[in-house]
Nanobody, 127 residues
Framework: QVQLVESGGGLVQAGDSLRLACAPS????????RGWFRQAPGKEREFVTA????????IYANSVQGRFTISKNNAKNTVYLQMNSLKPEDTAVYYC????????????????????WGQGTQVTVSS
């Protein structure tokens, strides 16, 4: 069974930075896309960013463009999310995901396109 494990969440102040990491455990797998989603209390899960595992070509939600950066280490099969200039509205549980949304003719921003998910890591930004 494939499981993704996130790390790096925590409590920070507005303007601070955090770096999340996501690595798989269990059996090996391949996917074309690796992404980050987040879910705040009382809200639906929303897309944050995604990256093409074989190349680069990251895409970002407008709300995080210019502040968040997704990166990857293919050798470690790990994806990272560098979050700078954090705002209170960034407070959420952050989930990493892996899958092949394009093969399902789904947008990379659609959570239905991802097969594997982490358990989530809490990010809290105080004002």
């Amino acid at each position: 069974q494939v499981q993704l494990v996130e790390s790096g969440g925590g409590l920070v102040q507005a303007g601070d930075s955090l770096r999340l990491a996501c690595a798989p455990s269990g059996r090996t797998f391949s996917s074309s896309a690796r992404g980050w989603f987040r879910q705040a209390p009382g809200k639906e899960r929303e897309f944050v960013t995604a990256i093409n595992w074989s190349g680069y070509n990251p895409i970002y939600a407008n709300s995080v463009q210019g502040r968040f950066t997704i990166s990857k280490n293919n050798a470690k099969n790990t994806v990272y999310l560098q979050m700078n200039s954090l705002k209170p509205e960034d407070t959420a549980v952050y989930y990493c995901a892996a899958g092949d949304p394009s093969s399902r003719r789904l947008s990379w921003t659609d959570p239905k396109g991802y097969d594997y998910w982490g358990q989530g890591t809490q990010v809290t930004v105080s004002s």
